[in-house]
């Protein structure tokens, strides 16, 4: 993803142009819906809706499910003659406790951890973000309606195929998102957003500091996200102690023609913003070059791919660590029913089995594996399946 700001005018009125979200235009697969409500979020009421809010509160009082806290698994027990795995044993506490499966060992720990950064991050954005609302926005805000409401990282959608897209296996599937967010890093006046992202105060100052206070604060932005990357990262153990850090190599843009389809992005919003319904807004790039770049001619190519080098960010969409893939495929580790290959009673679901990037966000994606997981165990221990398609 690359940040490119764009200024709005403030101006009240109704947009009228738009184009239907999901439906089909032209090569756009869906684009910006009219109500910024109608984008599809993890949200529930105007709040964020978690997987554990949707899928475990409403059943936590069940007496066949425990759910243990401030627990960390050590190692799963696998019987090495039979080669089954039999439980998990987790610290609690600084208490050594193994559990022991009657049927199965479900392993859903993610990519690489990072489950609880998300969870961290988010607690902190809520509360600076209530701390700044307005007292009517933030009375609103626990009504579930008004502006702290909406999806701000993405009141806008619009997924494209570049025409570097064209090596793909489909001949339709969309390389390029576009994500419009309901603020920008210009108008992160209290910092919060540049902390999370590692841009330098140094930095947003050089870029943004010549804009007076009124245009930082109605500016917004719409991101290029590469949804469908070439360039594979690697993830490594650093040792066989699960609690040292693997050692990543993210391997961003190692095939140069990542680098270009976001150019292509670029490129598309510049043609977004050029379309009345956003010049009805005034809207306009903000021009001031990035540092690293200044050299080179603002809005060339090399200039953009010089920009994408300095400041492109990722969406931690990572997946891929335990592939699903036939077995004699050496770098894969799950079967299509998620069983890890060469060991019986051991099933793995999360991202981490996901074969390629999935051109979506991965959340959606990580809660249909879940639920086709779901239904897979309970038909391999016989047990009816609450499918739509039983
Ligand atoms: C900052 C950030 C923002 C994101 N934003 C979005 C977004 O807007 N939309 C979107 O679709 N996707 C987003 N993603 C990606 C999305 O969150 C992930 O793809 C998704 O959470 C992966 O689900 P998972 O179940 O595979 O792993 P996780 O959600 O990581 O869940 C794994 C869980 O296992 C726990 N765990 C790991 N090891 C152990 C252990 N040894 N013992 C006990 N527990 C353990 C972790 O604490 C975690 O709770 C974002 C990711 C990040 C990091």
């Not at 339709?172 to 902390?195: F, K, N, Y």
């Not at 100052?205 to 949804?227: E, T």
């Not at 690293?292 to 300095?310: P, T």
């Not at 966000?361 to 391999?380: C, F, N, R």
Request: aromatic share 8%; charged share 20%; proline share 5%.
């Amino acid at each position: 993803m690359i940040w490119v700001l764009i200024m709005l005018k403030y101006h009240r009125g109704q947009c009228h142009e738009y184009y239907k979200f999901n439906g089909c235009l032209d090569r756009y697969v869906s684009t910006f819906p009219r109500n910024p409500k109608e984008a599809q979020a993890t949200m529930r009421k105007g709040r964020r809706c978690s997987s554990s809010k949707a899928f475990l509160e409403p059943i936590r009082h069940r007496s066949n499910l425990k759910v243990t806290k401030y627990s960390t698994v050590n190692k799963i027990l696998i019987n090495p003659d039979t080669k089954t795995a039999y439980g998990v044993e987790f610290t609690k506490h600084n208490k050594r406790i193994q559990v022991l499966a009657l049927r199965e060992v479900i392993l859903s720990a993610g990519v690489y951890r990072i489950g609880t950064i998300v969870d961290g991050i988010w607690n902190w954005t809520k509360k600076a973000f209530i701390r700044t609302a307005s007292p009517v926005s933030a009375v609103s805000y626990m009504a579930g309606r008004g502006p702290l409401t909406l999806p701000g990282g993405a009141v806008g959608l619009a997924f494209a195929r570049s025409s570097l897209a064209s090596d793909d296996h489909s001949a339709t599937r969309p390389d390029i998102e576009l994500v419009m967010g309901g603020g920008s890093l210009a108008g992160d006046l209290l910092g919060i957003l540049r902390s999370l992202l590692g841009v330098t105060d140094q930095w947003y100052w050089k870029v943004y500091g010549s804009l007076p206070l009124n245009v930082r604060q109605n500016s917004f932005s719409i991101n290029p996200v590469l949804i469908r990357p070439r360039s594979v990262g690697r993830l490594k153990l650093r040792t066989a102690n699960f609690t040292d850090p693997p050692i990543i190599h993210m391997n961003y843009f190692h095939d140069p023609k990542d680098l270009k389809a976001l150019v292509h992005g670029i490129r598309l919003t510049q043609q977004v913003i050029g379309t009345s319904a956003f010049q009805r807004y005034a809207t306009r790039l903000h021009t001031t070059p990035f540092p690293g770049c200044e050299k080179l001619q603002f809005d060339s190519d090399q200039y953009w791919e010089c920009a994408i080098e300095q400041t492109s960010i990722t969406l931690d969409h990572q997946v891929g660590t335990c592939k699903m893939a036939a077995v004699d495929d050496k770098t894969g580790v799950v079967s299509p029913r998620l069983l890890v290959h060469n060991i019986r009673g051991l099933r793995v679901a999360d991202a981490s089995i996901m074969p390629r990037i999935p051109a979506a966000h991965t959340h959606a994606p990580v809660v249909m594996i879940a639920e086709k997981a779901a239904d897979i165990i309970k038909e391999d221990w016989g047990m009816r399946s609450n499918s739509i398609y039983d």
